[in-house]
């Protein structure tokens, strides 16, 4: 429950110095409103350069479409447009390498690389709607890639470099992508990976012949013959100019996979002119973005995060996003404050589990940077407890910086709720509001307005421009998340939450199987169904805990109980983790695997995911009694001693 009595509601007020700048203000607000949905996006649309106007802002009939009969160039937007307006020698990307390494790009260096790789992709023979995979960790050919794609209307789907052979044969079976731009090898924790050969295992298990670019980030310069080299198809194609081919705004822009309830990994479809409308709004309007601005995003470009607020986002603006390959404790555990400072950021965008590590290493690193660049801090991801929330704006925006704490999904492209931070008072713990021109519910199982106060799904009750093609059309997983209630449309986000008093969202978790550890959006089932594959393991589950050592941060952890006659052992967690690591990738590994005989289950034999993840996370597990096996909590507890 939260406490709603008015006397012990905190505010927090951005500062005046910020509300007077905001490139949103109430005014504004107001005008949204009057508007009226869905007319009120035509001023969002504004923020980008369409080759022909729509001729309205939604066609709701049958299917939604936003923007109909507009027609518009991702690519364009993000990076002509800049040079056009005279801003070519402006950073466009900056680039924080692994080992210390840096680089940056101009508009004009973005648009020269992005037409010659462009141009190499058509050369391949890729047209507009052939899907390209892209299997790359956070270099500057991500991004560069992603809008070579945009450039000549090819869908682009990214993989996560931290995924397996496994999970990127089944994305690129998924989407029968003939294309996979991917590299060498990279480096994590000052020790270089393989990639090269988990995309060439990926590409023998798939049906189709898929035709790979490959660039070179570890100057292993890997065997020639069965790819091409990114950078030989730059430099041949130096120079090139690539018209960018005019999309209609419904035309998919990209295609991405997550993990939905189930066990096989969701495809999620992106639309140019909703999803980049959304986007660049989002990005002026909550995270107060403009051209003269430095962006960091924190999150790998590998999840939506990373899509709509490291690449389209910031660079529809016109502003300098930051790029970082790296790990946040390495070498040093200020490597973050050091390239805030290094490169002035204006805004921060980082998760909250990130947000607990920092704690957890102390002020004084932050504290031994100058951070005075900084005005915005925002979080994604998770829910954000008070007590971490006020730590980030005291340490890192210095007692002063607005925080936004924003809510959104993979699904629903861009951000949905969040406090908009010239206009509305920030409440710690809670993340505001739908923001203008969306509208959001709390309901119980029957669709049903919830009171304040009381808890229920989070559900999205109109159409929004960022929202995946996927959730609006025909029968498929998309059309099962809708539902009318009452002649009310109705898309189910899966997140449970409560609404206070003043109207504000507190988010209390998932409803469903999807578990989340910052950036990693991951399927239990999926894990799970890898761990019972090991032989010798009966059942297991798994949920997220905290670090118990206080080293790292938020980390999975599997109880697994093993058949009654094999041995709970290292061998035995060696393989539970090896599996997980075959069947999804390194990042789904248990950090922690605790055996037990049983799991604890209700008396219809579902297993309570709830009392392992109190018992993880060292909390008061409360009433047990209704369980079949009470006993195993205790018996668990004491194995781990917390
Ligand atoms: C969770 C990431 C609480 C939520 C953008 C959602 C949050 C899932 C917040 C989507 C937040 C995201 N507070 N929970 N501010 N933001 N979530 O698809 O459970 O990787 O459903 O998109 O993250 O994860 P996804």
Redesign the pocket.
């Known amino acids: 429950m939260v406490d709603s009595s008015p006397d012990e509601r905190e505010w927090v007020t951005p500062p005046e110095s910020f509300v007077e700048t905001a490139n949103v203000t109430a005014a504004d607000c107001e005008a949204f409103r009057e508007a009226g949905w869905p007319e009120c996006w035509e001023r969002p649309a504004d923020l980008l350069d369409w080759d022909r106007s729509f001729d309205s802002v939604l066609d709701d009939e049958g299917t939604t479409r936003w923007f109909p009969g507009g027609r518009l160039n991702a690519s364009y937007n993000c990076v002509d447009r800049h040079v056009e307006a005279g801003r070519g020698g402006e950073t466009a990307i900056s680039w924080e390498g692994k080992l210390g390494e840096t680089r940056t790009y101009s508009y004009r260096e973005l648009a020269d690389e992005v037409n010659a790789f462009a141009a190499a992709l058509r050369e391949m023979g890729v047209g507009e709607d052939d899907v390209v995979t892209l299997y790359l960790p956070m270099i500057p050919e991500l991004p560069v890639a992603m809008l070579a794609c945009a450039r000549i209307g090819a869908p682009h789907s990214v993989v996560f470099a931290g995924f397996s052979a496994d999970a990127l044969a089944t994305r690129l079976a998924g989407t029968e992508s003939e294309y996979l731009v991917t590299c060498d090898g990279y480096y994590r924790r000052g020790a270089a990976l393989d990639l090269k050969s988990r995309a060439d295992n990926a590409c023998v298990s798939v049906d189709h012949a898929v035709e790979q670019v490959v660039v070179n980030r570890l100057d292993d310069d890997p065997a020639a013959g069965d790819h091409r080299a990114y950078a030989d198809l730059v430099a041949d194609h130096a120079g090139a100019e690539i018209e960018p081919v005019s999309r209609e705004a419904d035309d998919l822009l990209f295609l991405i996979y997550?993990s939905g309830t189930t066990g096989e990994p969701t495809l999620v479809r992106h639309t140019t002119g909703g999803y980049l409308t959304h986007v660049a709004w989002t990005s002026h309007a909550v995270l107060d973005l403009g051209p003269e601005d430095t962006h960091w995003c924190s999150a790998d470009v590998g999840?939506?995060?990373g899509h709509s607020y490291a690449v389209y986002g910031p660079l529809a603006l016109g502003a300098t996003t930051v790029l970082y390959e790296g790990t946040p404790d390495h070498p040093e555990t200020d490597r973050l404050w050091e390239i805030i400072e290094r490169n002035e950021v204006d805004v921060f965008y980082t998760a909250p589990t990130s947000i607990r590590a920092f704690m957890k290493w102390g002020e004084q690193h932050p504290e031994s940077h100058d951070l005075s660049s900084l005005r915005l801090l925002g979080?994604?991801?998770?829910?954000?407890d008070e007590t971490a929330w006020h730590w980030y704006r005291d340490h890192v925006g210095d007692g002063e910086c607005p925080v936004v704490?924003?809510?959104?999904?993979?699904e629903t492209g861009g951000i949905v709720l969040s406090t908009l931070p010239g206009v509305d008072r920030m409440r710690p713990g809670a993340?505001g509001k739908s923001l203008p021109g969306i509208e959001t519910d709390v309901v119980d199982e029957l669709g049903e307005s919830a009171p304040p106060g009381e808890s229920g799904q989070l559900v999205v009750t109109r159409p929004w421009p960022g929202m995946a093609r996927s959730l609006c059309e025909g029968s498929g997983w998309g059309a099962r998340r809708t539902r009318t209630v009452d002649g009310e449309w109705q898309y189910a986000?899966?997140?449970n939450a409560v609404r206070d008093e003043d109207g504000y969202v507190h988010?209390l978790?998932?409803a469903d199987d999807?578990l989340?550890v910052s950036d990693r959006?991951l399927s239990t089932t999926e894990i799970e169904s890898a761990i019972v594959g090991v032989e010798g393991v009966a059942e297991a589950a798994v949920v997220v805990g905290e670090d118990a050592d206080a080293v790292r941060k938020s980390e999975i952890h599997a109880f697994v109980s093993p058949e009654s006659n094999v041995a709970g052992d290292d061998a035995l967690r060696g393989r539970v983790r090896e599996a997980v690591e075959e069947a999804i990738g390194p990042i789904a590994a248990p950090d922690v695997v605790t055996f037990t005989p049983s799991l604890p289950k209700t008396r219809s034999g579902k297993v309570v995911r709830r009392y392992l993840a109190a018992i993880a996370n060292g909390e008061d597990l409360g009433d047990t009694s209704a369980l079949r096996n009470p006993e195993v909590v205790g018996e668990l507890e004491s194995l781990l001693d917390r």
């Open positions: 997550t999840w939506i995060t979080t994604v991801g998770e829910p954000i704490d924003t809510w959104w999904q993979t993340v986000t899966g997140d988010l978790g998932r999807v989340k959006r």
